[in-house]
Each structure stands twice: as structure tokens, then as C-alpha cells.
């Protein structure tokens, strides 16, 4: 890393089951030494698999408010019952070690991400419809009906929302959506903004 380079923030949002997780998890495959992800805080509590810490920080709704409180996040959101929330200090503390940071998180806190910190790149992802949409949240197996209910009525009025972000992925083949996703990664971390020096070594010999 390049001493006193700022990483790239890259928030990613769209429809609960449109696939942001598996999209994520093979962008941090290919970009393991150049990515962080910022692990959030939640209410709701764990599904199977789930690990604390490493999915999400599991807490309780009175800590989630005490935090909210003492401005401990970067943005947080209520998203189908449950509070979700960035934690701010560590965020700040891998941008300014020149990691990238990819946040996923729905699109109440990427629009407060996007108001605070302009100069993030924010990606939503969209479903080839909603019937498919439907079919990989049951399909995923983890959310009872209620909770299914809840995200396909939420994903209408995210997919309203969609106009505010720098870039649409449809992800309907993966491959193709993954191929996107790289593209707009990769181009992001051009930016002279996070390069800097790189000019002037190149014209001081
Ligand atoms: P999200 O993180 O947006 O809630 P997930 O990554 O958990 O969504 O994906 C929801 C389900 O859809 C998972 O079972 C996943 O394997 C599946 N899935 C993701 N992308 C695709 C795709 N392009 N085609 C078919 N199924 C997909
Ligand atoms: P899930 O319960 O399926 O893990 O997440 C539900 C929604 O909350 C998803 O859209 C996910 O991206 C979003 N989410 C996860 N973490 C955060 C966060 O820290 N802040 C906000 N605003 N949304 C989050």
C-alpha cells in the first residue's frame, strides 16, 4: 500500500435474496488482499450457520440503541423488523489504511452512506423479476414466510430507489453479473484519488 492512500468505499444494495451475498463473497475470492468487509451490528438474530462477528455482531436491541446514541455508526437502518448498523471507527480505520471496504447494506443506510461520504461508489443490484426474486429467497431456505413477505414487499420500494446509485447490475446469469461487479470495482481504484503520487513518481524519474 501506497503510504497515505485513502481505500475506495463501494457500497452494494438491492432487493433482500437478489444474491449481493454471493456476488460479495466472489469478489472478496479474487480481491482477498485488496478488500475488507465491514461486519454490522444487527438485532435480528442468527441464522443457521451464522458466526458472531465474522456474518454480523449480534446484539441486543438496547446496545443497538445506546451505540445509535454515541454515534457509533457510519449509517443504520430498521430493514424488516430488525435494526442493522456500520460500524463508523472501524470503516474509517481500514479507508485510511488503504483498504478497499465494501458495505452491504440496504438502501435507507446506502442513501445516508452516499449523503455523508460522496465520494463512495454505490452499486444496486437488481432481480430479472420479481418472480425469480421470490423464488431464491424461499430457495435460500432461511426465512420463515413472514420474513419473506416482509422483503418482497420492501423490494419494490428499494427497486424505486435504484436512480441515486453510480452503477445497475442485473444479476440474472452470475457469471456476467460478476463479471460487471469486477468491472466497476476495478475501474473504481483507478480514480487519481486513490492513487496518489503515482503521477509525479512516474515524472521524477
Ligand atoms: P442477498 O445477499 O441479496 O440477500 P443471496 O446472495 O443470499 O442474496 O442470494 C439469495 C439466493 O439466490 C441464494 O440461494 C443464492 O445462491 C441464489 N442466487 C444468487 N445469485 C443467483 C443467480 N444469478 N442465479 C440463481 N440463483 C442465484
Ligand atoms: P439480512 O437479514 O438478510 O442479513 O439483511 C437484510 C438487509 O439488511 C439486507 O438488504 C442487508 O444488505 C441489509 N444490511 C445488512 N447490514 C446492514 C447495515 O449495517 N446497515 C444497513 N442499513 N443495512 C444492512
Redesign the pocket.
Known sequence: MHKGKRGVLFVFS????????????KLFEEFADRIAYSVSATTRGPREGEVDGKDYFFISRQEFERRVKNNEFLEHAEFAGNCYGTPRAYVEKLLDSGMNVVL?IDVQGALQVMKSMPECVSVF?LPPSFE?LEH??R????DDEASIAR?LSNAASEIRQAHWFDAWIV????DK?YDELRAVYLASTLHPAHRPGLANTILEG
Open positions: 438491492g432487493p433482500s435474496g437478489v444474491g449481493k451475498g454471493t456476488l460479495k463473497a452491504e443490484i425469480e431464491r429467497l430457495g435460500r431456505g432461511t422483503r444479476n440474472d446469469n452470475l453479473a
